[in-house]
């Protein structure tokens, strides 16, 4: 069974670019989070999915960060425009029903 | 709110070496109890979890126990080897709040041969 996939693994950028990143959970995962991981310190929630809907976005800047999972399958999370302090990695979990989650690699974004 | 405190690292020990992580906890509602392990360049793993009071999560040589009366699950492994050598994350998630994760600031373990 194939893990959670993310893309791209790294990701450099300039301040004031736009900057996407994408998911694909694990097949039949109907929940779906994307999480930030600073350097040195644990993952925070950004966003939580059931299926398309967006139960839990309290935590997500809405000035610049935003997220879809337009099918309710893979997702994509945006940030236009990112800034310095953005610099992190950012995970993406699926789980079922909001059991057990799995976690991807993540994308580990700098911005210079 | 929720919120977990973890020891800081690094913590370097010799192969073989006893080791204990702690963890600490504090929570609305009744949280179940998770370490989680991110080798380099890999994504978080689960590694054990305890969703009551007194149980006790297990794998691969780790253990941890759910203690309520101390908001506590420490992490030990009796003899520890350099492939564990890796980030170790305490995490608790509450059901009435869609199961998120709250994590730990994480500990790195570094096994010397």
């Known amino acids: 069974e194939a893990g959670v996939v993310q893309s791209p693994r790294y990701k450099i950028i300039e301040k004031k670019q736009p900057v996407a990143f994408w998911c694909n959970p694990i097949?039949?995962?109907?929940?779906l989070y994307w999480y930030l991981q600073n350097l040195g310190q644990g993952p925070e929630l950004l966003i939580r999915?059931?299926?398309?809907?967006?139960?839990?976005d309290s935590q997500l800047p809405k000035d610049r960060f935003s997220a879809e999972r337009l099918k309710g399958v893979d997702s994509t999370l945006k940030i236009q425009p990112a800034e310095l302090g953005d610099s992190a990695v950012y995970l993406c979990?699926?789980?079922?029903?909001?059991?057990?989650?799995?976690f991807g690699p993540g994308t580990r974004l700098t911005v210079t | 709110g929720n919120s977990v405190t973890q020891m800081e690292g690094p913590v370097t020990l010799s192969e073989e070496a006893f080791l204990t992580i702690n963890c600490t906890y504090t929570?609305?509602?009744?949280?179940?109890l998770f370490w989680y392990v991110q080798y380099p360049g890999e994504g978080l793993q689960l590694l054990l979890k305890?969703?009551?009071?007194?149980d006790k999560g297990s794998n691969k040589g780790f253990e941890a126990t759910y203690r309520k009366e101390t908001t506590s699950f420490h992490l030990e492994k009796g003899s520890v080897q350099v492939s564990d050598s890796a980030v170790y994350f305490c995490a608790l998630s509450v059901s009435n709040a869609g199961n998120m994760l709250t994590f730990g600031g994480g500990t790195r373990l570094m096994v010397k041969p």
């Open positions: 929570a609305t509602g009744y949280p179940s």
């Open positions: 305890a969703t009551k009071a007194d």
């Open positions: 999915y059931e299926n398309e809907e967006a139960v839990d």
């Open positions: 097949s039949g995962h109907n929940t």
């Open positions: 979990a699926s789980s079922i029903q909001g059991n057990e989650q799995y």
